[in-house]
């Protein structure tokens, strides 16, 4: 007698069926946990990419603008123009793009603790001394908090 079994209960007593739903589902909560990160980064790279081609529209237009000047005065109020116009796009990009690089969860954090954590790795050994020298520094800085009185007195 031959066994039938339909696709659907063959596939429910797999062994291997819950290993695959376990790895799948896992799969699966990484894409969401990511979901925030890639959000962040896309509207940061997308401000970039926006203020790029606001600068590259302000540079094709600028010789326009330069053909139209008809002064030395002219000239220099162009140029002053666009490098405002230029100034102003920056700081508008940058703020928006810090403002979506806010969003991405655990680059704040990572920042400050690298910049809380920050020391020197450069260490240079202390001087020694031989036996018989004598720090002369403490005497230095005896005769420097003299007053010139005093040191005509000591004289």
């Not at 050994?125 to 420097?144: M, N, Q, S, T, Y």
Request: aromatic letters at 10%; hydrophobic letters at 40%.
């Amino acid at each position: 007698m031959v066994a039938h079994a339909s696709p659907s209960s063959a596939n429910e007593k797999s062994p291997t069926l819950s290993g695959f739903q376990m790895y799948f589902d896992g799969l699966d909560n990484v894409g969401r946990s990511y979901d925030s990160f890639v959000k962040g980064m896309a509207r940061a790279q997308l401000e970039m990419m926006g203020f790029f081609n606001r600068r590259a529209q302000a540079t094709m237009h600028f010789p326009t603008r330069l053909a139209n000047c008809r002064s030395a005065q002219d000239v220099a109020g162009a140029q002053l123009q666009y490098w405002r116009s230029a100034m102003d796009d920056y700081v508008e990009s940058a703020t928006r793009a810090g403002r979506a690089f806010g969003t991405v969860p655990g680059i704040v954090p990572a920042m400050a603790e690298a910049a809380r954590t920050a020391r020197d790795y450069i260490t240079f050994p202390e001087p020694e001394l031989e036996a018989g020298a004598e720090v002369a520094a403490p005497a230095a800085a005896a005769k420097v908090s003299e007053t010139p009185r005093q040191q005509r007195k000591a004289a």
